[in-house]
Every structure is written in C-alpha cells, then in structure tokens.
C-alpha cells in the first residue's frame, strides 16, 4: 500500500501508513482476538467503474506507464497528482482494500473495518485532484449499496471537502453525504458550503459545515453535535462509512484549523456512537489527509483502529518506546511521548443557546436553515 508514492517532497508521504501500522502493532491493537488483518487485492476495472469511467481509468493507466506525460484536464501530472510508475496499481490496491471492507460487512464477518490507507475524497468520476487517484470510500459505498444495502451515511471530517464523494453521489437520495471543513473561502478546494444540499432527486443529502479557519476543538466538536447526529438520525442508515483526514489539527502544514489529537479522537468516538445507535454498530472508517506524519498521523488514526475495534486507547497511554527510538533513527524527530495532546476538549451544546455574532455559529446556523426543513426538523429546536 506505500507504493501509492507520489515522490520525494509530496505532502501524502507513504511513511504516514508504515507509521501508523507500526504505532497501532506496538500499542497491541492488531494482536486483539476479535481483530483480524487482511490483504487487499488490487481492484479490478470493472469494480472501479461502478464511480469512475473507463476512459478516466485507461487514463490513470497511461499516467502510470509513461509518468513524463501528463494530463492536466484529467487532473494526471499536476503539481498535486504527479504522475508515478505504477500509479494505476498502487490507486487500485489502496481502493481494494475499501472495497474489502465493504465485503466483509456485507458477508457478515465483521460489522466494522478500517482501512486508513484511503479515505481519497477529493476523486471525482473523471478527474483526479487534491492527491486522490481513485476515490475508495466511494467505491465502498458504492458496493455497500450493489450488495443490498439501502440507506448509507458518509460522514467527513477531513479539513478539506469532500467535493469527490459529494459529486459522486450528488443525485442518489440512498446516500447522505455529509462534510466539516474548513471553509472554502480559505482553503481547497473552495466548495462545500451551505447551500449545496443535493441533486433534484435527492434534496438535502447533502450537507456541509464550511468552519472558519482557527477552529479549534471546542467549536469543531459543537459544530458535530450540532447537526451530524440530527440528520443520520433522520436518514436512519444501515451502515456508516467515515474519512478521518487529521489534517485538522493544530500543527498540520497545509490548513488551518486548530483540533488536537484528543478532539480528532473524540470525533471517532462520536461517528461509532452514531453507528452503534443507529447502524446496528455497522461501520466502515477510512483514512484520508493528515501531514505531519511524525507527530499527528500515527497517534490519530491509532487511536481510530482502537475505536472501531472498541478498544479505545486511553489520551494518557504512553507511546511505546520502540516506536519513539523508530521515529528518532529514521526521521531524526522527537514524536509526542503521549497518546493525547493534554488539552481540554470541552464543547457547549447546541442547546443551550447560539450566538449569531460567533463564526462557528454562524456556520451552523447556515446548515441547519439549508438542510433541516427537508428532513422534517426545525432549524432552531431539533
């Protein structure tokens, strides 16, 4: 799955997987008798048809065979979706194994996976962009949907848009597409704000809580409770997939939102509430950005395996020591000797009252007034 590698420099450096894995395996989390791992095949064409064309397919081909073309109109050999030997391979494993989750669920040998490889939202049907080839969690509730399924709920909490998904399934009223953000008037890529709410066959499922930069825990995790666990109960899913991009946290490079590795957790937590009240605990959860790989990645998405295997890792825990000596050999870093960051990730209710001169507010305010009349709930009270 590292060999989904867009070179030297890039931002989505495949040490971010190789990190977590070996953070999640020291803390014990893949040694859990209910736990089991699983290689995922490459996914085949026709499997990455059901959301993507086949000319965007043979074009991602081409991209990988010869990485000196590029095309630009397709979103291949950009400055952010270099082309790279094996590019088509590598998209389609990492793809695969969202796919794997899918089937696993829909077999009955597991009610929840992870793959925290993927979660590339930004992929769109015909078009690469923001770092994503092929877009996995599409793809997983695209399969979740041909097996059966009725009612999926994709929950984003991802600093950027999930403008990929949100465009794949724009029309599809069996799916409720929902995404916090930083807004687009300061980051990439500039969409998902309020009043994009759904195609004309399927109003209000979409839904997007475009949070003003410097958003820390306390308003992230209020904006959360103020509108995702209304609509998933309103839509009455059957399964949830989620992407847990932790590029909103505080010391990420690339935006800028100020969540802690103790509020991204609290996120997860939130999403698996979510699923155990309303999904029978059915619960796909994907990866997605994140890129300071050394002191953010590894511990957040650790945390996230432990959740989904409800075996959460306590914030207190501390790091293993032989992953700290791993980190200090190869990246000459210092990484956090916690689980958490040791901060207070108090939020107030949405019910006990909102000002209207506060930006997070405001933004939540704007989602509900666009989204909450079509599912039958009141802006103000639900």
């Not at 699983?38 to 081409?62: C, F, G, K, N």
């Not at 399924?149 to 409720?176: C, E, M, N």
């Not at 709410?197 to 958003?215: D, H, S």
């Not at 032989?322 to 949405?350: C, Q, T």
Request: glycine residues 12%; hydrophobic residues 40%; charged residues 20%.
């Amino acid at each position: 799955m590292a060999a989904y590698d867009f070179g030297p420099g890039h931002p989505m450096a495949p040490a971010r997987l190789e990190l977590t894995a070996r953070l999640a395996d020291a803390l014990g989390l893949f040694d859990l008798p209910h736990v089991s791992l699983r290689e995922p095949d490459t996914a085949s064409d026709a499997e990455l048809q059901r959301v993507h064309s086949a000319d965007y397919i043979a074009a991602v081909r081409r991209a990988g065979e010869d990485p000196t073309a590029s095309d630009p109109e397709r979103g291949l050999g950009t400055e952010d979706d270099p082309a790279f030997a094996g590019m088509h391979e590598a998209s389609a494993r990492l793809a695969g194994a969202s796919l794997l989750c899918a089937e696993v669920l829909l077999s009955g040998a597991s009610v929840r996976a992870v793959n925290f490889g993927g979660g590339l939202h930004h992929a769109s049907r015909e078009r690469a962009s923001g770092f994503c080839i092929y877009n996995d969690a599409a793809l997983a509730v695209q399969r979740l949907l041909d097996g059966g399924v009725g009612k999926v709920a994709y929950i984003d909490v991802d600093a950027h848009h999930g403008d990929g998904t949100q465009s794949i399934f724009w029309d599809d009223p069996r799916v409720l597409t929902i995404s916090l953000h930083e807004s687009g008037l300061t980051l990439f890529p500039g969409t998902g704000f309020a009043n994009e709410t759904g195609g004309p066959r399927a109003p209000g499922t979409a839904v997007n809580v475009a949070l003003p930069a410097g958003t820390g825990d306390a308003g992230w995790l209020r904006a959360f409770h103020a509108v995702v666990p209304q609509l998933v109960g309103a839509f009455e899913p059957e399964v949830i997939v989620s992407q847990h991009g932790c590029d909103s946290h505080a010391n990420d490079p690339l935006t800028n939102l100020n969540l802690s590795v103790d509020g991204q957790r609290e996120a997860a937590t939130a999403v698996a509430g979510l699923a155990g009240r309303y999904c029978g605990n059915r619960w796909i959860a994907t990866g997605g950005g994140g890129y300071d790989i050394t002191g953010v990645v590894p511990r957040t998405w650790s945390h996230l395996i432990g959740i989904v295997a409800q075996n959460p890792v306590p914030v207190g825990t501390r790091v293993p020591e032989e992953w700290l000596e791993y980190v200090r050999e190869k990246f000459g870093r210092n990484a956090p000797e916690r689980m958490g960051d040791d901060v207070d990730i108090w939020w107030r209710s949405w019910e006990v009252g909102y000002d209207p001169a506060d930006p997070v507010d405001r933004s939540i305010i704007a989602t509900r007034k666009e989204v909450f009349p079509l599912h039958g709930l009141d802006p103000w009270f639900d």
